[in-house]
């Protein structure tokens, strides 16, 4: 027995070493694996919040206020002002929108947007804290730009802040439009309007179809 066992133990320590050395090579590669997951959550973290907020890819206004010669802010020829634009408002000139009293404008978002926990769209309006009025405006949304789901009614900018927060409610889908009319039912009379600075959507959808 002794004798048998004297001729198998050089190969048995030898593959006590091999056993060693691939778990070695195991514990290696799971840490390179770790190290890799732990770089993708970092990049995906940062991806996520570089594309968290969509912004206007095209705007269509109709009924917006004319150019001024006043050096009013709504002195700007184009509502493209709020192409690509997200954030605080500003005191800049030509930075606004103004619809006036039955003004509406038509937003082709960047990407699809969709309904998820908490605040779902941001619209900044020239206000109270620009010196001016909390206007009302309504705010509608649609997945192809001809069927539209009013989600606000005659809202005005959150109390001591320069924008609206909405909520989508129990809708759900996939949205790439965003409409703003003046006013709301009942409030298609008067002088003033609302000016926009920037429109937001704030949850993409999973589906980052163009
Ligand atoms: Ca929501």
Redesign the pocket.
Known sequence: MSSVLARHAPSLVSSGIMVARFAKILSAAALIVSLVSAASLVAWAEDDQATSVIVPQSITAARWLPASTDGAPCSCLSPDVLIGRSGNASSEPCTVVCLGARGLLIAKMTARFA??????LRIYERGSLQGETDDPFSVFVSANGHEWVRVADAIRNDPGRSSAEI??GTLHGHFRFIRILAGGDGCLSGEGGPGFFAIEALHPSIDFGR
Request: net charge negative.
């Open positions: 309904n998820r926990i908490g605040p779902d909520d989508l």
